[in-house]
DNA sequence: GCGACAG
DNA sequence: ATCTTGTCGC
């Protein structure tokens, strides 16, 4: 899949309204019946703000599964132009990820985004909107509900109960390690629940409540935006990257299909209207 | 009208 | 998410 798919691609400069309409045609898209063979490695997707909530830093950490290590990263900055919204989050953070995914050397075999994804008001969540755009397995995996109720699973690592809004399972509160608050996980797109959580889990080391991948990507993303340099932050993905694919040998081309550019420096013509509140 | 509300 | 000090526990 390198720049093939047309469909895949639209405009992220919409006003609130429009993203809800555009989220309702994209759920038609969404495909969670796919069997999927147990991927080898798993890309962590994290974004932080830097001062002032001026820029998005965007980091993708690719881990392979066994052993449980990081194989790869990359980096994207962008000027924030949407606001916090809740359900809304793919027009804050997605455009920035995308870029990091195009600079990425390695192709993961799935993503795993901090987010939801199928559990969802409208069944859209970010992590369900990158899978679709990229056509990739991906799953999502929040620290608290958007929606849905759900019991409290047992105490041990890899217990888990259905997250339902309603009558419909929308996703799992899972145990990552022992005696900690679970985490809340909906697939994405082209991965079943069952798989969203066994990759969740094989992200999991059990030492903490947080997959590695996305350990790994909020460390590098929150470090970069309190450096508050874009231009810096960039360089290092760079650096980094050549560092760890320099070891592990070449690796194989990655390209997406968005329109972002990993430079947005230009203005966007429909500006974020309001500062989100909090 | 009153909460709830990923990051 | 980000702003922030100390504090409880392995």
């Not at 409290?152 to 399972?169: K, N, S």
Request: aromatic share 6%; charged share 25%.
């Amino acid at each position: 899949m390198t720049g093939t798919t047309q469909a895949a691609r639209h405009d992220w400069n919409l006003t609130p309204a429009e993203a809800i309409q555009l989220q309702r045609e994209l759920a038609g898209r969404v495909r969670m019946d796919r069997l999927l063979r147990p991927p080898e490695t798993v890309a962590g997707l994290d974004v932080a703000f830097g001062p002032g909530r001026s820029h998005v830093y965007a980091v993708v950490a690719v881990y392979r599964l066994t052993p449980l290590e990081l194989i790869d990263r990359s980096v994207a900055v962008l000027p924030v132009t949407f606001p916090y919204v809740p359900g809304l989050l793919s027009f804050r953070e997605a455009p920035a990820l995308l870029a990091a995914l195009e600079q990425l050397a390695v192709r993961p075999d799935c993503l795993l985004v901090d987010g939801h994804g199928y559990a969802h008001p409208r069944r859209f969540g970010l992590a369900c909107h990158l899978g679709v755009l990229l056509e990739m397995p991906s799953v999502g995996c929040a620290k608290s509900v958007l929606v849905g109720q759900y019991e409290e699973p047992t105490p041990e690592r890899g217990e888990w109960t259905p997250l339902r809004d309603g009558d419909e399972v929308v996703g799992a509160a899972v145990r990552t390690r022992s005696g900690v608050r679970p985490v809340f996980v909906s697939v994405g797109h082209l991965v079943d629940l069952a798989s969203a959580i066994q990759i969740t889990l094989a992200a999991s080391s059990g030492k903490y409540r947080i997959p590695e991948p996305l350990r790994e990507a909020d460390r590098l993303s929150r470090m970069l935006a309190r450096e508050g340099d874009p231009r810096l932050a960039q360089r290092y993905s760079r650096v980094v990257r050549s560092r760890t694919s320099r070891r592990h040998g070449p690796a194989p081309d990655y390209r997406s299909d968005v329109t972002t550019t990993a430079r947005g420096t230009s203005a966007r013509r429909r500006p974020a209207r309001r500062k989100s509140k909090r």
